[in-house]
């Protein structure tokens, strides 16, 4: 099997197996519970906060764990529009966000909110200026992602906060960094954002778990209410098993950000070549996006087919966002790609594992199907 599949979901590392099933069988305990078993429980949490907060440059008491990057974004953005929206109502996001961002943004335009969606310019770039030129004095808020998920595109964060900042120092910011924690340089300082979305299963931990850091002295609301949990934040039980797996899958990959990274565009580098030795293929992703995600289309072939046809030798990719279940993408078309490369596009997804072996593999079925598949009209 070649999984190259990674941006929609990757391989549980095996220091956070372990950990999920250490805390499964043996600190079972309800974290919230006085007892021995409770309070071991509550170690492993702060455990992970621990562990999370320092991968980003911030402290445990700013992590607020979740079930995942879509209830991540979700609260960050009702949860910040509920307590700095009352005067400002203008909102901002992008037009190549994730759905989970995207329909967020939509529903509070629905309830009275002035939403504003950045579209990238004539060259498929969402600039700086464009961010920036987007927030005004009636904004309470701004949401961009840092990688996209679908390209690899880097988007401006850093900078276009820091400006955001100076000029309107109550828009809240935040950031949906699912594709680049712990695969990028990342530091929640350096990003000038008040608030940044994580996933646990996009880095070798379990499905099910995510967090949202949040700047100290800001001010989320609930979306959930209940028992309390979490300083209110986030009332329900705690997933402790999952939780402790995400801080044990951070702490295994904490001291390799460089190397893996370089790594990939080790990777990247080498399948750009590779792939564009083969008649006719287009390379969609630009030379500084992110090393892990590469967008390529075989122009005439749907994306679909193409998929199928290299499952079948064991290699598997994506046509897409794994969110999207085979809808086309409104990514792809915002960035301006023609709709015979956008219906024709694979996301090549790679990690640590991926070797040049599975690239040459990947070529060799890549080449068949662009040989041998009926293109459209």
Known sequence: MIYLDNAATTKVCPEAAEAVLYAMTEAFGNPSSLHGLGIEAEKLINFSKEKIASAIGGIPSEII??????????LAIFG?????????????????????????????????????????????????????????GSTCLISAMLVNNETGYILPV???????????????????????????????????????????????APKGVGALWVKKGVRVAPILRGGGQQNGLRSGTEAVPLIYGFGKAVEALSKTVGTRFEHAEEIRDYAV?????????????????????????????????????????????????????????????????????ADS?????TSFETEKEDIDALVRGLRLANETLVRTK
């Not at 764990?65 to 979700?74: I, L």
């Not at 100076?166 to 950031?175: A, F, G, I, V």
């Not at 992703?285 to 030798?313: C, D, F, M, R, W």
């Not at 596009?345 to 997804?349: D, K, P």
């Open 80 to 136: 910040l529009a509920e307590n700095y929206g009352r005067r400002k109502k203008k909102i901002v996001t992008t037009a190549v966000e994730h759905p989970s961002v995207l329909e967020a943004m939509k529903k509070l335009a629905s309830d009275g909110y002035e939403l504003t969606v950045v579209e990238p310019d004539s060259n498929g770039e969402i600039t700086e200026d464009a961010l920036v030129g987007a927030v005004d």
């Open 345 to 349: 596009t694979v996301r090549i997804s």
């Open 273 to 341: 070549n590779r792939i564009s030795e083969i008649d006719g293929a287009v390379i969609n992703s630009k030379e500084n996006a992110s090393p892990y995600i590469l967008s390529i289309a075989l122009p005439g072939i749907k994306s679909e087919t193409v998929l199928h046809y290299l499952e079948q030798s064991g290699i598997y990719v994506s046509s897409g966002s794994a969110c999207s279940r085979g809808k086309k993408s409104s990514v792809l078309a915002a960035f301006r790609f023609p709709a015979k490369i």
């Open 65 to 74: 764990f979740t079930s995942g990057a879509t209830e991540s974004n979700n």
């Open 158 to 204: 850093s900078r276009a906060f820091s400006r955001i900042k100076k000029l309107y120092p109550d828009c809240m910011t935040h950031c949906d960094c699912v594709q680049g924690f712990m695969k990028l340089p990342l530091s929640a300082k350096a990003l000038c954002a008040d608030a940044i979305s994580l996933s646990g299963h996009k880095i070798y």
